[in-house]
Nanobody, 120 residues
Framework: QVQLVESGGGLVQPGGALRLSCVAS????????MGWYRQAPGKQRELVAG???????NYADSVKGRFTISRENSKNTVYLQMNSLKPEDTAVYYC??????????????WGQGTLVTVSE
């Protein structure tokens, strides 16, 4: 089992910045990729940024050039640096981890979510 705990959400003005953190605990060695998703009111959950164990990253087109995903292995933490925030970035942001366990080549873990509100 893997537990994910997010932090760093809050209220920010348009053009501002926030950094989200996701701390992983438990069977961390089973994780091969992590990412950040978001879900805005009335919309489906969407991938914002992904990071594989080899260091490859991918981003949603809407956040390219503004958001950066990174990790700090010594702290079992993945970050999402969000710059030049826009009102349309308002959403609950979820940390996600993809892992493998005996008998299941793909299992997903989710954090509880952290709310980001971009508004005047």
């Amino acid at each position: 089992q893997v537990q994910l705990v997010e932090s760093g959400g809050g209220l920010v003005q348009p053009g501002g910045a926030l950094r989200l953190s996701c701390v992983a605990s438990g069977s961390i060695s089973s994780i091969y990729a992590m990412g950040w998703y978001r879900q805005a009111p009335g919309k489906q959950r969407e991938l914002v940024a992904g990071l594989t164990s080899s260091g490859s990253t991918n981003y949603a087109d809407s956040v390219k050039g503004r958001f950066t995903i990174s990790r700090e292995n010594s702290k079992n933490t993945v970050y999402l640096q969000m710059n030049s925030l826009k009102p349309e970035d308002t959403a609950v942001y979820y940390c996600n981890a993809d892992g493998v366990v005996p008998g299941n080549p793909h299992i997903e873990y989710w954090g509880q979510g952290t709310l980001v509100t971009v508004s005047e």
